[in-house]
């Protein structure tokens, strides 16, 4: 073999040897730097463009066990809308017209809605107290469930409460009965919910768990 | 003849690694315990949907074929999502984490009894879901 082409030969291993090490260095790292630079660019147009529904459950037992749940709404809205299964059909699920009939919801949401804020349901009882009231474009439910079913209690103590809250908004509750009397348009719910840029939905306190669901911008939790 | 080799082996490189890589690492914490680690070119996975025997194949996706599409399109919305912890589960005993961490989807377990770590691209994963769905027969 001449020496020119020898050369040539060891040349074209070096650039074939370099090209192998470039590529496999690129494939290997470029997805995931090529991603974090996404992350990394827009943070503020990822944070002001999607929607995060919390889910935060602690337990108040010895063991202390956490369950955190981040779930991007457009996520949830995109699958949910997906499902054809049951009584969930794209986003709207169908109930038993049978709890609805005495109850014409839409009545009573429109009666909220052009009325004043205000207090519109108070009922305090043995085993419970429950407020519902109008406040600002917001339905908040607060319940105090006084009767300690719901745990295990220490007869020596005084029984323990539930307290819960739920705050919607009017259009979202709108929303979501938008459909037939006998739907719930899930799917044009999360729609509404995903405008608003923080709302604290839920929250569930008694001795054993902290509940708190929650919508906010970021993806993570507090 | 050797730039040549080399040169197939390049093109090979970036076909097999152009889907990302399938990681599966598993540590048993007793004495003695195995620990498997693994890496795995994703496109494997998407060429096995095309190996597998196609009849059979068809007959274990004969009811699967709108969970596949609720998949497919869950995977494609999550592509979307920026690097996020999904699910975290903590217990004294456990800890669970399922995240989105540079285009992967990852799940990582830290029980009493082992540990768990896998982590699988997600565009791949979404093209092995459509590939199946492809063959999967309307029900």
């Known amino acids: 073999m001449p020496a020119s082409q020898t050369r040539r030969t060891i040349l074209l291993a070096a650039l074939a040897l370099a090209a192998t090490a470039l590529l496999l260095a690129v494939l290997l790292r470029a997805a995931p730097v090529a991603h974090a630079a996404q992350s990394a660019a827009k943070p503020e147009a990822s944070a002001s463009a999607e929607r995060w529904l919390h889910v935060a459950v602690t337990c108040k037992n010895e063991e202390g066990e956490r369950v955190r749940l981040n779930i991007p709404i457009s996520l949830a809205r995109t699958v949910l809308g997906s499902i054809q299964h049951g009584k969930l059909n794209h986003g709207i699920v169908h109930i038993d017209n049978a709890h609805v009939d005495d109850i014409d919801f839409r009545a009573i949401l429109k009666a909220v809605k052009t009325s004043q804020d205000g207090e519109y349901v108070t009922v305090e009882g043995r085993d419970a107290n429950v407020q519902v009231r109008k406040q600002g474009g917001m339905l908040l439910i607060h319940v105090v469930d006084k009767s300690g079913r719901h745990i295990h209690v220490d007869r020596n103590k005084p029984a323990v409460q539930e307290n819960v809250d739920v705050k919607v908004p009017l259009e979202v509750a709108d929303a979501l009965f938008s459909g037939a009397a006998d739907e719930l348009n899930v799917g044009a719910a999360l729609d509404v919910l995903a405008q608003h840029d923080r709302l604290e939905l839920v929250t569930v306190q008694d001795s054993e768990n902290n509940v708190r669901i929650w919508l906010d911008t970021k993806t993570t939790q507090d | 003849m050797i730039g040549k080799i080399l040169l197939g082996m390049t093109l090979a490189s970036v076909v097999v690694m152009k889907d990302g890589i399938i990681e599966v690492n598993v540590q048993e914490k007793h004495d003695g315990g195995s620990h ?45 999502v920026p690097d996020a912890l999904l699910v975290e589960v903590e217990s004294p005993t456990e800890h669970v984490r399922v995240e989105t961490r540079h285009g992967s989807f990852v799940v990582d377990v830290d029980d009493a009894g082992e540990t768990v770590h896998v982590a699988v691209p997600i565009r791949a994963a979404r093209k092995v879901i459509e590939d199946l769905e492809a063959q999967a027969p309307a029900s």
Do not use: D, F, N, Q
């Open chain 2, 36 to 80: 498997v680690h693994l890496y795995v070119p994703a496109t494997l996975a998407t060429w096995g949907v095309h190996m597998a025997p196609e009849e059979r194949l068809r007959e274990h996706l004969r009811h699967s074929r709108e969970h596949l599409a609720v998949a497919r399109i869950a995977l494609h919305e999550l592509e979307k």
